[in-house]
């Protein structure tokens, strides 16, 4: 079973950064896509961005152009770095590992980690 541990949050001013973590069982990125999702209260949750195996990434036109997914797979682990941080990102930050299919669709992914809060005050 595909294990993800998210870290990295934490609460932070508006315009400020924070980069989020997430350590995935071994192996995991040579073979699946992994996305980053988040969840604000009250709302339905939303797919950020995407990375390939082959690096080719995606992203929400809420946070193009701020954020940036990578990867790292001889540390079994992907990031998010989050620039302009705005009280509009406040959220629970996922990330999950895609079976196939689209990545903005949630059923097409095989695990998600316990999550990280991300709290932006204005």
């Known amino acids: 079973q595909v294990q993800l541990v998210e870290s990295g949050g934490g609460l932070v001013h508006a315009g400020e950064s924070l980069t989020l973590s997430c350590v995935v069982s071994?192996?995991?990125?040579?073979?699946?896509?992994v996305a980053w999702w988040r969840q604000a209260p009250g709302k339905e949750h939303e797919g950020i961005s995407v990375?390939?195996?082959?690096?080719?990434?995606w992203y929400a036109d809420s946070v193009k152009g701020r954020f940036t997914i990578s990867r790292d797979n001889n540390k079994n682990t992907m990031f998010l770095q989050m620039n302009s941080l705005k009280p509009e990102d406040t959220a629970v930050y996922y990330c999950?590992?895609?079976?196939?299919?689209?990545?903005?669709?949630?059923?097409?992914?095989?695990?998600w980690g316990q999550g990280t809060q991300v709290t932006v005050s204005s």
């Open positions: 071994e192996f995991v990125l040579d073979y699946y896509a």
């Open positions: 999950g590992t895609l079976r196939g299919g689209s990545w903005e669709a949630p059923n097409n992914y095989d695990g």
């Open positions: 990375i390939s195996t082959d690096e080719e990434t």
